[in-house]
């Protein structure tokens, strides 16, 4: 990865990144992964974006609630579709715009779709995971509280923390064996 270069999209740092380091260091309420006995459901979507066609590249940002680095997604609003919803998250997340296209899998099983929240609320999450490729240079984010940074990453290169469910759907991608429903 180029850090610093016209490629990579880093999120400006000021306060909001020292206070999310001091958080993180000192162990505060964070979200973490495999929990159990879900309270609620909610639909999300999540993308494998490539840099290009055909690169090996994919597109990743670090989440600041708890410095893990993750496929941009997020949960649907009401009244929008998920392609509505995969395009929202990712330019909101990331600055970019994309040309989305097929469906790599749908995933809810609870044994490792289930995420405890900074508020203590267990919820399982139905995602809806797209390929996509990123279009023309970024713009600005459209949420700046959810991204430390943003970049692309070789597929087999993946930074640490990483999200580990994301790992099945970046496989699922590369697979290209169908839509996997996991």
Not at 30 to 37: G, K, L, V
Not at 122 to 138: D, I, K, M, S, W
């Amino acid at each position: 990865r180029e850090t610093g270069s016209h490629e990579d999209h880093e999120v400006p740092r000021g306060g909001l990144a020292a206070r999310d380091a001091a958080r993180l260091a000192c162990g505060e309420a964070m979200t973490t992964y495999f929990a159990s006995d879900p309270e609620e459901l909610q639909a999300s979507v999540s993308a494998v974006v490539w840099r290009a066609p055909g690169s090996a590249e994919i597109l990743l940002l670090r989440r600041s609630d708890n410095g893990h680095w993750c496929l941009p997604g997020g949960r649907m609003e009401p009244g929008e579709s998920v392609v509505d919803a995969a395009r929202r998250e990712i330019r909101e997340e990331t600055g970019f715009e994309v040309s989305l296209g097929r469906l790599v899998g749908v995933y809810s099983d609870p044994s490792f779709m289930v995420v405890r929240r900074e508020d203590g609320r267990r919820v399982q999450y139905l995602n809806l995971c797209f390929e996509a490729h990123a279009v023309g240079t970024p713009g600005p984010l459209g949420t700046p509280e959810e991204a430390l940074e943003v970049g692309f990453f070789a597929h087999d290169a993946l930074p640490e923390p990483f999200v580990p469910v994301h790992h099945v759907r970046i496989r699922d991608a590369l697979e290209r064996a169908g839509v996997q429903v996991r």
